[in-house]
Protein backbone atom coordinates (compact mmCIF):
# COMPACT_ATOMS: atom_id res chain seq x y z
CA UNK A 1 0.00 0.00 0.00
CA UNK A 2 2.07 3.32 -1.49
CA UNK A 3 1.36 5.92 0.69
CA UNK A 4 0.07 9.65 -1.13
CA UNK A 5 3.06 11.71 -1.52
CA UNK A 6 2.37 14.77 1.28
CA UNK A 7 2.14 12.06 4.03
CA UNK A 8 5.44 10.12 2.66
CA UNK A 9 7.10 13.33 2.92
CA UNK A 10 6.15 13.93 6.44
CA UNK A 11 7.10 10.81 7.57
CA UNK A 12 10.18 10.66 5.95
CA UNK A 13 10.92 14.73 7.25
CA UNK A 14 9.48 12.91 10.66
CA UNK A 15 12.02 9.79 10.65
CA UNK A 16 15.41 12.13 9.22
CA UNK A 17 14.64 14.44 12.23
CA UNK A 18 14.26 11.66 14.70
CA UNK A 19 16.98 9.78 13.16
CA UNK A 20 19.48 12.38 12.87
CA UNK A 21 18.23 13.65 16.39
CA UNK A 22 19.27 10.69 18.11
CA UNK A 23 22.36 10.36 16.55
CA UNK A 24 23.16 14.21 18.40
CA UNK A 25 21.57 12.70 21.40
CA UNK A 26 23.80 10.05 21.64
CA UNK A 27 27.27 12.37 20.64
CA UNK A 28 26.19 14.24 23.92
CA UNK A 29 25.03 11.57 26.20
CA UNK A 30 28.85 10.27 25.07
CA UNK A 31 30.80 13.52 26.19
CA UNK A 32 28.93 13.37 29.53
CA UNK A 33 29.85 9.57 29.70
CA UNK A 34 33.41 10.51 29.11
CA UNK A 35 33.65 14.06 31.35
CA UNK A 36 32.07 11.46 33.94
CA UNK A 37 35.06 9.36 34.18
CA UNK A 38 37.30 11.56 33.29
CA UNK A 39 36.94 14.69 35.79
CA UNK A 40 38.79 14.55 39.28
CA UNK A 41 35.80 16.78 40.61
CA UNK A 42 33.20 15.03 42.43
CA UNK A 43 30.35 17.81 41.93
CA UNK A 44 30.87 17.63 38.56
CA UNK A 45 30.66 14.03 38.38
CA UNK A 46 27.50 14.40 40.45
CA UNK A 47 26.32 16.32 38.33
CA UNK A 48 27.29 14.64 35.03
CA UNK A 49 25.43 11.86 35.41
CA UNK A 50 22.00 13.84 36.62
CA UNK A 51 22.28 14.77 33.54
CA UNK A 52 23.29 12.27 31.38
CA UNK A 53 20.08 10.33 33.10
CA UNK A 54 17.86 12.86 32.04
CA UNK A 55 19.39 13.26 28.02
CA UNK A 56 18.97 9.14 27.94
CA UNK A 57 15.27 8.94 29.39
CA UNK A 58 13.51 12.27 28.14
CA UNK A 59 15.47 12.46 24.60
CA UNK A 60 18.04 9.72 23.10
CA UNK A 61 14.83 6.89 23.84
CA UNK A 62 12.31 8.62 22.75
CA UNK A 63 14.00 9.62 19.12
CA UNK A 64 15.18 6.12 18.86
CA UNK A 65 11.80 4.77 18.94
CA UNK A 66 10.02 7.33 16.88
CA UNK A 67 13.05 6.58 14.65
CA UNK A 68 12.33 2.73 14.49
CA UNK A 69 8.20 3.66 14.21
CA UNK A 70 8.70 6.27 11.47
CA UNK A 71 10.93 3.86 9.55
CA UNK A 72 9.05 1.03 9.52
CA UNK A 73 5.63 3.68 8.35
CA UNK A 74 8.35 4.61 5.34
CA UNK A 75 8.78 1.51 4.75
CA UNK A 76 5.66 0.25 5.06
CA UNK A 77 4.52 2.74 2.68
CA UNK A 78 7.04 3.18 0.26
CA UNK A 79 8.17 0.96 -2.79
CA UNK A 80 11.17 0.43 -0.80
CA UNK A 81 9.29 -1.96 1.26
CA UNK A 82 10.28 -3.64 4.88
CA UNK A 83 11.83 -7.03 3.27
CA UNK A 84 12.40 -6.03 0.07
CA UNK A 85 16.33 -5.15 -0.04
CA UNK A 86 19.15 -5.65 2.72
CA UNK A 87 19.85 -1.91 3.72
CA UNK A 88 16.52 -1.78 4.62
CA UNK A 89 16.14 -4.79 6.71
CA UNK A 90 20.01 -4.49 7.88
CA UNK A 91 18.75 -1.24 9.14
CA UNK A 92 15.40 -2.11 10.92
CA UNK A 93 17.54 -5.44 12.63
CA UNK A 94 20.23 -2.38 13.91
CA UNK A 95 17.83 -0.05 15.22
CA UNK A 96 15.82 -2.48 16.69
CA UNK A 97 19.23 -4.00 18.55
CA UNK A 98 20.19 -0.70 19.88
CA UNK A 99 16.72 0.01 20.92
CA UNK A 100 17.07 -3.29 23.01
CA UNK A 101 20.52 -2.95 24.40
CA UNK A 102 19.38 0.93 25.02
CA UNK A 103 16.19 -0.16 27.16
CA UNK A 104 18.90 -2.72 28.85
CA UNK A 105 21.13 0.16 30.04
CA UNK A 106 18.48 2.12 31.34
CA UNK A 107 18.20 0.72 34.81
CA UNK A 108 22.19 1.01 35.30
CA UNK A 109 21.96 4.82 34.21
CA UNK A 110 19.08 5.61 36.18
CA UNK A 111 20.45 3.48 38.99
CA UNK A 112 23.66 5.80 38.58
CA UNK A 113 22.04 8.87 38.43
CA UNK A 114 20.00 8.07 41.88
CA UNK A 115 23.71 7.02 43.49
CA UNK A 116 25.58 9.88 42.03
CA UNK A 117 22.45 12.58 43.36
CA UNK A 118 24.51 11.82 46.97
CA UNK A 119 26.67 13.81 48.16
CA UNK A 120 28.67 11.22 49.47
CA UNK A 121 29.54 9.87 46.07
CA UNK A 122 33.02 10.06 45.02
CA UNK A 123 34.99 9.23 41.94
CA UNK A 124 35.59 5.49 42.79
CA UNK A 125 32.27 4.48 43.41
CA UNK A 126 30.66 2.19 40.69
CA UNK A 127 33.81 2.61 38.25
CA UNK A 128 32.73 -0.50 36.25
CA UNK A 129 28.75 1.03 35.71
CA UNK A 130 30.43 4.28 34.54
CA UNK A 131 33.01 2.84 31.67
CA UNK A 132 29.59 0.80 30.44
CA UNK A 133 28.05 4.16 29.86
CA UNK A 134 31.11 5.17 27.47
CA UNK A 135 31.30 1.90 25.74
CA UNK A 136 27.61 1.58 25.16
CA UNK A 137 26.98 4.77 24.29
CA UNK A 138 30.24 4.66 21.68
CA UNK A 139 28.92 1.53 20.46
CA UNK A 140 25.55 3.23 19.68
CA UNK A 141 27.18 5.99 18.28
CA UNK A 142 29.01 3.73 15.89
CA UNK A 143 25.45 1.46 14.99
CA UNK A 144 23.57 4.71 14.12
CA UNK A 145 26.24 5.99 11.91
CA UNK A 146 25.91 2.73 10.24
CA UNK A 147 22.53 3.18 9.75
CA UNK A 148 22.42 6.22 8.55
CA UNK A 149 25.84 5.25 6.17
CA UNK A 150 23.36 2.81 5.34
CA UNK A 151 20.34 5.65 4.08
CA UNK A 152 22.41 7.28 2.36
CA UNK A 153 24.34 5.11 0.17
CA UNK A 154 21.16 2.48 -0.22
CA UNK A 155 23.54 -0.70 -0.91
CA UNK A 156 22.34 -2.39 -4.29
CA UNK A 157 20.57 -5.73 -3.45
CA UNK A 158 17.44 -7.36 -3.28
CA UNK A 159 16.45 -10.22 -0.49
CA UNK A 160 14.94 -13.42 -2.00
CA UNK A 161 11.62 -12.00 -1.36
CA UNK A 162 12.83 -8.58 -3.24
CA UNK A 163 13.50 -10.87 -6.08
CA UNK A 164 10.25 -13.04 -6.05
CA UNK A 165 7.82 -9.19 -5.78
CA UNK A 166 10.40 -8.05 -8.45
CA UNK A 167 9.89 -10.77 -11.24
CA UNK A 168 6.18 -11.53 -9.96
CA UNK A 169 6.12 -7.67 -11.38
Known amino acids: MMMPPRLRKITLIAHIVSSVGSLGAVVGFLS??????????DQVMRSVYVAAELVARSVIVPLVFASLVTGLVQSLGTTWGLFRHYWVL????LTIFTAVVL???MSGITHLAAVAADPAFSSTDIPGLRRSLVVHAAGGLVVLLVTTTLSVLK?????????????RQ
Open 90 to 93: AKLL
Open 103 to 105: MLQ
Open 155 to 167: PHGLTRYGWRRLH
Open 32 to 41: LAIAGLSTES
